[in-house]
């Protein structure tokens, strides 16, 4: 195995109503706990969407690289990555579910979903949840 990047990023003030930045600078974003969980929500982020937004953009990279060794033609396509922060043990321990839906127009459905399940398994971020989070795979054309 040989590492192809390495990122980090630093997380100050109180985690979830802190601020996150990688140590280069490129990103630098305030957070804020969702009014859903009690917290103060508004303008600012919270670690399920940067998970939900890094997956979504990674999937959609596997995917369309997949697609292109395959000959498939993909124009328009989209994925959306929703994340859900479960509670487990009344609250005392969280986990992910996460939801991927792919739009692909100009593809049959059963090319779709053989493209998913073949992306996830080759994505990184499908690779670190499998065995431990919930992925549902779904596919419109």
């Known amino acids: 195995m040989s590492v192809l990047y390495t990122t980090e990023a630093l997380s100050t003030g109180d985690g979830r109503n ?4 990688t140590l280069d600078g490129v990103f630098d974003a305030a957070l804020a ?8 929500g508004g303008d600012k982020t919270n670690p399920e969407q940067l998970f939900a937004a ?7 990279n596997g995917l369309r690289l997949i697609a292109g060794e395959r000959k498939l ?5 989209t994925i959306t990555s ?11 321990r969280f986990s992910l579910a996460i939801k991927l839906s ?7 459905q059963a090319t779709a979903d053989q493209l998913m399940e ?17 992925v549902v795979l779904e596919a419109t054309v």
Not at 73 to 77: F, I, N, P, R
Not at 102 to 108: C, E, I, K, N, W
């Open 33 to 40: 706990v969702p009014k859903e969980m009690g917290g103060p």
């Open 118 to 134: 073949t992306t996830h398994q080759v994505c990184p971020y499908s690779n670190v949840t499998r065995g431990n989070v919930d």
């Open 102 to 108: 792919a739009h692909l127009p100009g593809l049959d």
């Open 82 to 92: 929703t994340v859900s922060l479960l509670a487990l043990d009344e609250g005392k």
């Open 54 to 60: 890094g997956y979504a953009a990674c999937f959609h």
């Open 73 to 77: 033609k993909l124009t328009g396509s």
């Open 18 to 21: 802190g601020e996150v930045r």
